[in-house]
């Protein structure tokens, strides 16, 4: 791990021996002295390599934050890392001379169109040199989102290993080599255990060569393989006791004697298992960096503030104090925490709760304590400045059932342009009647198209009225949006080289049928006519 440093913003001290006095001294106690003053030296002022603690900022959200306010809220937190997922010009502005670490993606979606040098050049001319001549220190590039997966979807993106290289290769040849790293950000199926225990995870057979491929092309190039644990995820998945998602050693389900080693919490157990598949590969000692973990607190089992903020009580003074891993003990592990805001644009495919990994509400507020410092302080975040929020105004349903039809057909309207995942089973809203769930989509729409009732942001064929009390009712808010900072632009980042990946699809509108025919498929259920 001597390299860990490399891409950190930390210097490392260097050594200098005062001579003044030593004209007269013999070479052998020169020596002896600068060796007993380095090796002091050593001592007190070289730790090994903390872990680094990074965030993640997606944007696929209906209105959006000021970047400027964003880079503001992750200087005021002590965050020296982040990744965002598309590189629109102004939020590379925002990051220009702020110190921050930048990881960058490169879409699923435009995989294919790296399929020459002369097309990677021209990416990472765009992308990522272009923005360091502006003093955005871009030191990573994501090449793909989880593209060998097949937990979600059976489409696997399969020149990524390609497109890897020729990016990579393509910074080397610009002289970036030392400066930009290329990785993969793996969901952890790459990795299949055949029994319950780490040492018994291998890559899946499907890639196995790909990946023994591309790992040994990632220690050439000393740049570090990336993999996104979600340990809720993980847990719910496999019936797993919900504890072991957590690291306070409740779990009544735990691995024994692993070699010698247990595992308490899930974290372990998959950081551990894409180790040993790294090692039965023959690449055992290239760095992981953890791409995506987090806690969604909506649309989930389990998913919910409280086991958030126990996740990360837990989770940050683990990766700060250098504790490593069964298997790694005493190894910094570097995390990017996942993310920053909710964002509810995205896909539903993967359940409701994909809207709600922030640590943040949309609106910048922190949803529960954190301390980002890895202290374990019980402390709330600094909250985002300069939010302004729009008017206390909400649109809800007038309660007139005498036409079903129409009542289930806007319904299903304002559900599809907006989001309506806090009403999924689990989710804080689950509770509501059948006419709140109809007011909670009708706000929904309403806030989404900025209160506008000109533009008909409340207008449901008569059935809906705008009205200044909240309605919110337990656990279940009814939001108000922000003042439209920025609105999003979402055909931009679907086409464009800077899109996001494929587990972060947005573009709600140019998929509505196919997102239909799937809600109704599925257990995130929606009234159908
Ligand atoms: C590479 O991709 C571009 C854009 O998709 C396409 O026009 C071109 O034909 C491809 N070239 C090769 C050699 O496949
Ligand atoms: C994945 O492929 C299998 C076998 O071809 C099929 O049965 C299944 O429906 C597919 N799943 C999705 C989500 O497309
Ligand atoms: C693992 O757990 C067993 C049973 O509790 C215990 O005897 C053993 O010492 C533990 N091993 C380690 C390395 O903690
Ligand atoms: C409210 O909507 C959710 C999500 O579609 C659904 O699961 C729930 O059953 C609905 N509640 C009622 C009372 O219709």
């Given at each position: 791990m001597s390299d860990h440093s490399y891409l950190s913003t930390k210097q490392k001290p260097s050594y200098s021996v005062q001579n003044s006095n030593m004209k007269t001294a013999s070479p052998i106690i020169m020596a002896l002295i600068v060796t007993l003053v380095s090796c002091m030296m050593v001592l007190f002022f070289v730790k090994p390599a903390d872990g680094i603690i990074g965030i993640n900022w997606g944007r696929q959200t209906y209105q959006r934050l000021i970047p400027s306010n964003v880079v503001d809220l992750l200087l005021q937190n002590g965050i020296q890392e982040a990744r965002i997922f598309t590189a629109a010009d102004n939020v590379m502005a925002a990051f220009s001379g702020s110190g921050i670490g930048l990881s960058i993606s490169l879409s699923n979606f435009v995989l294919h169109m790296i399929n020459s040098s002369a097309a990677a050049e021209e990416w990472i001319q765009k992308s990522v040199i272009k923005f360091r001549s502006q003093n955005v220190d871009i030191r990573y590039v994501n090449v793909g989102a989880e593209p060998l997966s097949t937990s979600f979807t059976n489409k696997t993106y399969d020149n990524v290993i390609d497109a890897l290289k020729l990016i990579q290769t393509a910074l080397n040849d610009a002289g970036y080599g030392d400066l930009v790293k290329a990785t993969i950000p793996h969901y952890t199926d790459v990795v299949t255990h055949?029994?319950?225990?780490?040492?018994?995870a291998y890559f899946r057979d499907d890639i196995e060569n790909k990946m023994v491929d591309y790992l040994k092309f990632l220690k050439e190039n000393n740049a570090p393989a990336a993999v996104d644990i979600y340990p809720i995820h993980y847990c719910n998945e496999n019936d797993l006791d919900p504890d072991f998602a957590f690291f306070d050693h409740k779990s009544k389900f735990y691995v024994l004697d692993d070699n010698g080693l247990n595992y308490t919490n899930a974290f372990d157990f998959l950081y551990d298992s894409f180790y040993w598949a790294m090692k039965k590969a023959g690449v055992p000692d290239l760095r992981l960096v953890v791409g995506q973990i987090g806690w969604p607190t909506d649309g989930y089992p389990n998913a919910n503030t409280k086991n958030a903020q126990r996740f990360y009580k837990d989770l940050l003074p683990y990766v700060a104090g250098n504790k490593g891993t069964p298997m790694r003990p005493g190894r910094p592990i570097d995390v990017y925490l996942h993310s920053i805001s909710d964002e509810n644009r995205l896909g539903l495919w993967y359940g409701g709760f994909q809207r709600h990994w922030g640590i943040y509400t949309f609106d910048g507020q922190p949803k529960y304590k954190i301390d980002f410092s890895g202290k374990g302080r019980d402390i709330f975040p600094t909250t985002a400045k300069g939010i302004t929020r729009m008017p206390k105004r909400w649109c809800i349903f007038n309660g007139d059932l005498s036409d079903m039809e129409i009542v289930k057909r806007e319904l299903n309207r304002a559900c599809l342009e907006s989001d309506?995942?806090?009403?999924?089973?689990?989710?804080?809203?689950?509770?509501?009647d059948f006419n709140q769930n109809v007011s909670y989509a009708f706000n929904r729409y309403f806030q989404m198209k900025q209160q506008k009732t000109h533009e008909e942001a409340c207008s449901f064929q008569g059935l809906s009225q705008v009205v200044p009390d909240d309605p919110s009712t337990g656990t279940c808010i009814f939001p108000i949006e922000i003042l439209a900072a920025e609105t999003a632009d979402n055909s931009k980042s679907f086409l464009g080289i800077n899109g996001d990946g494929s587990h972060r699809v947005s573009i709600l509108s140019m998929l509505l049928p196919l997102i239909s025919v799937f809600l109704i498929t599925t257990n995130i259920k929606l009234y159908t006519l």
């Open positions: 055949r029994s319950m225990k780490p040492s018994a309506c995942s806090s009403l999924a089973p689990g989710g804080s809203c689950s509770h509501l």
